[in-house]
């Protein structure tokens, strides 16, 4: 592992943000806008002094500041107030490794003693007599004077650093902004580097001087420099020729592009190009980089191509420390859900370290179940499968006139996997869960008995019909509505409730789409009200 701790000051949305690694891979989840992507730009920031792959030097914005911040300081002006110019700072704190000993000192906002690197963005003393011009009329101020402000890079040893007087290698990958050149050029010429002997590429660059040789004898070419000769004195004495560059500097290597299925690279989709900038960009940067931070690598990328992809990123990373950020479920569960940073309202964090093992396995295992759903949910609604979660869609709708989505309650079909495994989450991070389930004949022994560690935890719920004559859903939606109702709903003519509940059973999620859809009054049993009251 590289780097301990990170603090981060007034960048972006981050007014005061600190974060610790304990672990050579984090994967950063949340909802958007709450500071995942923020944190790549400030690491990458604060170790290698550039943002959106420039100098920060040349990127100066004041949309770089905290809007909070920023507001903060241009209220207290107006107001007459003395305050100081906002600042943005990134310190890195690094591992205690020999070779960033030099680096250790307490040049950090907390004097702490520590081996590491701080980033500042600040006012410059330099532009003392123009502030006090700025400053004079309040009123006009809307943001903060870059003009006025310097970027200092500093070790905690208080020397300057530099790029190139760091010695630590860091890559940034977002597939969104890699932009390719030539194609995959990269990809060719290394090919061809482990393919070629000397010989065979000296064969090739001989053919491909000839082949530009002769295309200077092409008739059209011929006449095109004929015209250009008789234009001789208006822009030159001397004949001009156009030809191509046969120098040694336009090499046959640089002039190749790549084809997938016959198709240029430019052309292919989306996917296939984002797997392919993301193999080159870890093929390129992970052999010699101590940190690799990833942006969503799961962009255009369909399951299977994602695996692949996900395999290659802990082989090409192993032994090297990660930040990846994400919103699949499956990236999350692939990569080891214990390696989740969890980023909630307000950029607080909350790590998965502390699951079981036996629930970090499974979740590994069985990579498509929706933990990141159960994550981001403001609340969330566990039932056991479709028919379920569309009867309680269509009870929340009655009472609150809304689908449970549009008040951040995400309603989750667990299909068959243990809801204690989503539970221990829930725990971990304090967010407010509902197990809608049926008793199965037992309440005792299945619901009371089974949860038993659970009914103590305030944001936690088990709704349950307690009486074992009846068994599921189905039963209890009999119970509660008219024969005649349902009836119509399902356009049947049973003269009995068993008849009803036998072709229910058997036909669980029509029933429940049907159910859904109709516009007839329906009754709710007294427990999926329970889940569903606010």
């Keep these: 592992m590289i780097i301990r701790k990170v603090i981060v000051d007034n960048f972006r949305c981050f007014r005061h943000f600190e974060l610790c690694f304990d672990d050579t891979l984090s994967i950063l989840v949340g909802d958007n806008e709450t500071g995942k992507s923020t944190l790549l730009e400030a690491i990458n920031l ?38 100081s110019p906002p600042f943005i700072s990134i310190e890195i704190f690094l591992e205690n490794l020999p070779e960033f000993a030099e680096l250790r000192g307490s040049n950090n906002l907390r004097r702490e003693d520590a081996i590491g690197v701080m980033l500042k963005i600040e006012f410059d003393d330099d532009y003392k007599t123009e502030y006090v011009n700025y400053i004079s009329n309040p009123d006009e101020i809307e943001t903060v004077p870059i003009e006025y402000y310097a970027v200092r890079w500093y070790s905690f040893a208080h020397n300057t650093i530099t790029k190139r007087s760091l010695k630590l ?31 065979e590429k000296a064969e090739l660059s001989l053919a491909y001087r000839k082949l530009k040789q002769a295309f200077g004898s092409e008739k059209a070419l011929v006449q095109i420099n004929q015209k250009l000769k ?18 040694q500097k336009a090499s046959w290597e640089s002039n190749l592009t790549s ?41 255009h990328l369909s399951y299977s191509t994602l695996n692949h992809l996900i395999n290659k990123i802990k082989d090409k990373c192993k032994d090297k420390q990660v930040v990846l950020s994400t919103h699949s479920t499956f990236v999350m569960n692939k990569l080891g859900i214990n390696n989740v940073i969890m980023f909630g309202e307000d950029q607080k964090t909350t790590s998965l370290k502390n699951l079981t093992p036996s629930t970090q396995d499974y979740f590994i295992k069985l990579p498509g179940y929706d933990t990141l759903r159960l994550i981001i949910a403001k609340k969330a609604i566990l039932v056991e499968g479709p028919s379920d979660e569309l009867f309680i869609q269509k009870a929340y709708l009655l009472k609150h006139k809304k689908l449970p989505i549009e008040n951040g309650v995400d309603v989750i079909s667990v299909r068959g996997l243990s809801f204690k495994r989503f539970l221990e ?17 037992d309440y005792k022994n299945n619901i009371e008995n089974k949860y038993s560690e659970y009914f103590g935890i305030d944001h936690i719920m088990i709704c349950c019909e307690k009486d074992d004559n009846y068994v599921t859903l ?43 859809k109709t516009m007839l009054d329906i009754s709710i049993p007294q427990y999926i009200m329970e889940a569903i009251d606010d």
């Design 46 to 83: 604060g170790l290698t002094g550039q943002i959106n792959g420039r100098s920060v030097f040349y990127e100066l914005s004041p949309y770089l500041f905290n809007k909070s911040t920023v507001s903060e300081y241009i209220a207290n002006l107006r107001e007459g107030k003395k305050i």
């Design 169 to 199: 290698n860091v890559s940034f990958i977002d597939t969104t902004t890699i932009r390719l050149q030539y194609g995959s050029d990269y990809y060719i010429q290394k090919i061809i580097d482990d393919s070629l002997d000397n010989k």
């Design 230 to 247: 008789n234009e001789k004195g208006k822009i030159s004495d001397k004949d001009l020729t156009v030809s191509i560059d046969i120098s």
């Design 259 to 299: 084809y997938l299925d016959d198709i240029p690279f430019q052309y292919i989709g989306k996917g296939d190009q984002n797997i392919l900038k993301m193999l080159i960009a870890l093929e390129r940067s992970a052999k010699d980089s101590h940190l690799i931070l990833i942006e969503e690598p799961e962009n």
């Design 425 to 441: 989450i829930s725990v971990l991070l304090n967010k407010k869960v509902i197990v809608v389930t049926d008793n199965d004949g």
């Design 474 to 516: 189905e039963s209890h939606i009999v119970r509660v509505n008219k024969l005649n109702v349902l009836n119509k709903i399902f356009s049947r003519n049973d003269k009995d409730k068993k008849d009803m509940l036998s072709y229910m059973k058997n036909n669980k999620t029509e029933c429940a789409l049907l159910l859904f």
